[in-house]
């Protein structure tokens, strides 16, 4: 099963761990 991943904060952190989890297979929504 595949995690969905919420991250609040379009920032340098924020960024970095959307774009970390969407590298893993999650499918992730970014809020700015």
Not at 10 to 15: D, E, H, K, S
């Amino acid at each position: 099963m595949i995690e969905s991943v919420g991250v609040l904060g379009g920032g340098a952190w924020g960024t970095a761990l959307a774009l970390t989890a969407a590298r893993s297979g999650r499918t992730v929504r970014l809020w700015a």
